[in-house]
């Protein structure tokens, strides 16, 4: 059974930092490119950044060069650092993995950015 649990979300400042997490279970973590995603209310869940299996990585154009993505295959876990929040950064993120053709999310973090 596959679980993604996503954690570190929270009410920041703008031009503040926060660095989310998103432990997998169920897979052998190494094989699967995982990604980040995030949704505002009352907007469609868009793609924030995704990293493969073999370590290629791919930003939105909103990132900005302000978020990195990486990965510890030996934790299996995923990581999102997030710097020069802006309030627009405000949205549930979560982390997706497709394996055997079946999408999976975790239940997302909450990132809220205001002053």
């Known amino acids: 059974q596959v679980q993604l649990v996503e954690s570190g979300g929270g009410l920041v400042q703008p031009g503040g930092s926060l660095r989310l997490s998103c432990a997998a279970s169920g897979i052998i973590f190494r094989r699967f490119g995982m990604g980040w995603y995030r949704q505002a209310p009352g907007k469609q869940r868009d793609m924030v950044a995704i990293?493969?299996?073999?370590?290629?990585?791919h930003y939105a154009d909103f990132v900005e060069g302000r978020f990195t993505i990486s990965r510890d295959n030996v934790k299996n876990t995923l990581y999102l650092q997030m710097n020069s929040l802006k309030p627009e950064d405000t949205a549930v993120y979560y982390c997706k993995v497709v394996a055997q053709s079946t999408e999976y999310w975790g239940q997302g973090t909450q990132v809220t950015v205001s002053s």
């Open positions: 990293i493969t299996s073999g370590g290629v990585i």
